[in-house]
Nanobody
């Protein structure tokens, strides 16, 4: 599975961005797909995930209510709509996928990763 993330950029606080993760090599159906982020001098942290069925989504407390993860089977991609952005959301965002594993919150449980897309939120 190859993953291609896009949609990052520079936005003012309170603004919105939409990240996309296009998958190739297999369908996203049956894959649990997540978004993680890594800020300067920080570890990679969980942001959001949509499980393999497409019916369950989970979010970190820091983005809950502001970010929405969704899956577009027709385009074989996963999107992350980010609203009411804050300067602390500034980071490189990575999409990841797995077919099975334990905790969906741990980056170590994902087999496939896309390249990062940079999000910068100015105050």
């Amino acid at each position: 599975v190859q993953l291609q993330a896009s949609g990052g950029g520079l936005v003012q606080a309170g603004g919105s961005l939409r990240l996309s993760c296009a998958a190739s090599g297999r369908t996203v159906v049956g894959l649990t797909m997540g978004w993680f982020r890594q800020g300067p001098t920080k570890e990679r942290e969980f942001v959001a995930v949509i499980t393999w069925s497409g019916y369950r989504t989970y979010y970190s407390d820091s983005v809950k209510g502001r970010f929405t993860i969704s899956r577009d089977i027709s385009k074989n991609m996963v999107n992350l709509q980010m609203n009411t952005l804050k300067p602390e959301d500034t980071a490189d965002y990575y999409c990841a996928a797995r077919s099975s594993g334990s905790s969906v919150y741990s980056p170590n449980q994902y087999d496939y990763w896309g390249q990062g897309t940079q999000v910068t939120v100015s105050s």
